[in-house]
């Protein structure tokens, strides 16, 4: 599996040489095999690459990441059609039924509450967590409750402070903005690299978005963004996003994260495998009508007292 993101933040010659990606800026060179590359970044207006490069970049399924004027991520390569039985796949996706979009969607919205949760008992917000892990506990399939919006609020409203504001914050936001969409991008890869048509959502529909089903699955993952982000940065710079900035926050893609499964149990992997067991697991779900509780989904688990939230963490999903 590839296991490297690759994030060019200067002026940049990109070729391909010998299945490798050869980068050649002010009389510097380096290269990084194609295999090991899951997600390529362009973040300089002077950065030039050869065709050559981008079909061998599709070819080893690799997410070309492009970004606009304020460097944030603004479209994305992806190979076409790789997967042998796409149209297998793509037609059991569109035959799914709306009972099981409900409870895939369920799940999903149950463990963003508890991963928002976790990040606020992290940071000391012990009443505001136990009111999430309420909520969670409380979501019904297919969220018609609108408990994700419900959380949303009591976890914006615990976690933004003088220099953590999500809408005036300059940094943070442009911090988070990236990451997310660096993720988003990423997860796209994985669909279409299983055969999803990633346009067609479980719960998400807007016709203009070509990614509605990576915006459904990245809801667990937004709130490893946050602690990532927070991580790094307790304190807000008084600056823009600088390139040294771009790279720690794309190495989001490789934290260490618990991946809990009905299935198989929990385990630890990178942030970037847990998407792939994700996109894998939807595949099982889709394909053989395999129970929901088969999608497998990052948790933060390990950044938490259960005690402290009054959450018992084998109440799992319902």
């Known amino acids: 599996m590839s296991w490297r993101s690759v994030v060019i933040a200067n002026p940049a010659a990109l070729t391909l040489e010998d299945r490798a990606l050869r980068i050649r800026q002010e009389g510097r060179e380096a290269r990084v ?37 304020s ?3 603004n479209g994305v390569l992806l190979p076409y059609l790789p997967h042998s039985r796409a149209l297998k796949v793509m037609t059991a996706q569109l035959a799914l039924s709306q009972p099981a979009r409900k409870r895939l969607w369920q799940r999903l919205v149950q463990f963003k509450i508890d991963n928002q949760a976790a990040v606020l008992a992290k940071h000391t917000h012990p009443a ?14 297919g969220d018609p409750d609108n408990c994700e919006a419900q959380a949303a609020q009591v976890y914006f409203r615990a976690l933004i402070h003088p220099s953590f504001g999500r809408l ?41 978005n070509a ?18 982000v927070l991580k790094h ?10 390139p040294q900035d771009k790279g720690l926050l794309v190495a989001i893609l490789h934290d ?17 495998a847990a998407m792939e067991a994700t996109v894998s697991g939807l595949s099982g779900i889709v394909l053989n009508d ?9 948790r933060l688990q390990h950044a938490l007292d259960p005690s402290s939230i009054g959450r018992n963490d084998e109440d799992d999903v319902a």
């Not at 505001?128 to 399939?141: G, K």
């Not at 990614?211 to 990532?228: K, Q």
């Not at 618990?258 to 990178?270: F, I, N, W």
Request: aromatic share 8%; proline share 7%.
């Open 256 to 272: 260490d994260v618990t991946l809990s499964s009905h299935m198989a149990g929990d385990g630890r992997c990178t942030l970037l």
């Open 128 to 141: 505001a967590a136990r009111r999430l892990a309420r909520l969670s506990e409380e979501t019904r399939s």
């Open 211 to 228: 990614f509605n089903l990576a915006d459904d699955l990245i809801e667990p993952y937004r709130p490893f963004v946050d602690a990532h």
């Open 33 to 69: 095999m194609l295999e090991d590359i899951g997600v390529l970044v362009l973040d300089h207006p002077q950065i030039s690459l050869t065709a050559p490069l981008l079909a061998a970049c599709a070819q080893a399924q690799i997410a070309v990441i492009t970004v606009d004027e």
């Open 168 to 208: 005036q914050s300059r940094f943070y936001n442009a911090a988070l903005n990236y990451s997310y969409a660096v993720v988003r991008a990423a997860l796209a890869r994985s669909l279409v690299g299983y055969g999803f048509l990633p346009a067609f959502g479980l719960f998400h529909h807007n016709e203009q």
């Open 233 to 242: 940065y307790p304190q807000e710079p008084d600056r823009e996003l600088a």
């Open 290 to 298: 395999a129970p929901h509780e088969r999608l497998a989904l990052p």
């Open 71 to 73: 460097h944030l991520p």
